[in-house]
């Protein structure tokens, strides 16, 4: 992959400002403080929420173990799509430990020791088998979309971000001459829409391996 370090680091220590109030109809002695924390952009909010956890009200996660299951299902299905699984089942088990203790630990050296193995591909292919993304639409009913989508064109022509949306979702580009009606939102900022995928996958990727794209309305003043 790239040498783009700095950037790896920047999304890895990504920070997003949080606030925890307690439910107006809750009783009392005297009026609960909001409580702020600064959360890691990238970890998962069960591993940050473990204290006075509402579990009257709220479905809790019944343990880390839990989440670690859910993390490594993703790695695993990433990995599919990137190597047809061949980085993953060369692994060993102590290796999956690795990439979760770095990720459960804000570990950045600890978790990108092995998680570069998950990046790395033959520099003939130029890039992966197929980019692991999800996109997010705040107008839809969906969940999300996942479809299998190359790097790469048949021409051996790198595909942009543009590309993945002119084919997923093509009503969130800006038409000629229409006012811009959605944002698109990878680790809260919005990338160029003529960054190459591969870049944006080995770059701006979640720690399970998948890159989270957002599409969101734009805010009117």
Not at 45 to 61: A, G, I, Q, R, S
Request: glycine share 4%; aromatic share 10%; proline share 8%.
């Amino acid at each position: 992959m790239a040498d783009d370090k700095d950037v790896l680091r920047d999304v890895w220590f990504g920070r997003i400002p949080t606030c925890f109030t307690l439910n107006p109809d809750e009783v009392t002695e005297r009026e609960a403080e909001p409580y702020y924390l600064l959360l890691p952009r990238v970890s998962y909010l069960p591993l940050v929420t473990d204290k006075n956890f509402p579990d009257v009200d709220l479905l809790h996660c019944p343990s880390n173990s839990v989440v670690e299951a859910h993390f490594m299902s993703s790695i695993k299905e990433a990995d599919a799509l990137k190597h047809k699984s061949q980085v993953v089942n060369d692994m060993q088990k102590k290796d999956h430990k690795q990439l979760w203790m770095g990720l459960q630990n804000d570990k950045f050296d600890q978790f990108w020791a092995m998680n570069r193995k998950l990046m790395e591909y033959p520099t003939e292919e130029g890039g992966f088998r197929y980019i692991p993304f999800r996109i997010y639409q705040t107008t839809s009913d969906r969940p999300f979309i996942q479809k299998l989508f190359r790097p790469v064109s048949t021409e051996g022509n790198p595909h942009t971000l543009f590309d993945l949306l002119k084919e997923m979702c093509p009503d969130a580009l800006t038409k000629d001459g229409e006012e811009k009606r959605f944002q698109v939102v990878i680790h809260g900022i919005e990338p160029l829409l003529e960054t190459p995928l591969q870049w944006l996958s080995e770059h701006l990727s979640h720690p399970d391996n998948f890159l989270h794209i957002c599409i969101i309305p734009t805010p009117t003043d």
